[in-house]
């Protein structure tokens, strides 16, 4: 069982930037494919960002590639979404979650293929 909590939400500017922090406790994070999903009010859950147990690997939505970047850090347990020049359809609720994963380059882009999620932290852009 993994432990997730997401922090680093807010309220910010459209243009400005954020950082989201995700924490996992329980087990050892390097063990899962990690992603990020938001969820704005009336809309389905969407796919943001993924990366690799060993995060070689990288993907990102169109809706947001080239302004955001996920990251992680396997020695400090966490993984990160770095955004930049947000915009107001970006406000949303901002999901990680981890996946089971048996491939260090594997990553996933499907909600289904996630076993824990954290609580989620609120990102909210103004005009």
């Not at 994070?29 to 690799?52: C, D, H, T």
Request: hydrophobic letters at 30%; proline letters at 2%.
């Amino acid at each position: 069982q993994v432990q997730l909590v997401e922090s680093g939400g807010g309220l910010v500017q459209a243009g400005g930037s954020l950082r989201l922090s995700c924490a996992a406790s329980g087990r050892t994070l390097s063990n899962y494919a990690m992603g990020w999903f938001r969820q704005a009010p009336g809309k389905e859950r969407e796919f943001v960002a993924a990366i690799s147990r060993s995060g070689g690997r990288l993907y990102h939505a169109d809706s947001v590639e080239g302004r955001f970047t996920i990251s992680r850090d396997n020695a400090k347990n966490t993984v990160y979404l770095q955004m930049n020049s947000l915009s107001p359809e970006d406000t949303a609720v901002y999901y990680c979650a981890a996946a089971t994963s048996s491939g260090s380059y594997l990553y996933y882009t499907g909600s289904g293929s996630y076993n824990y999620w954290g609580q989620g932290t609120q990102v909210t852009v103004s005009s």
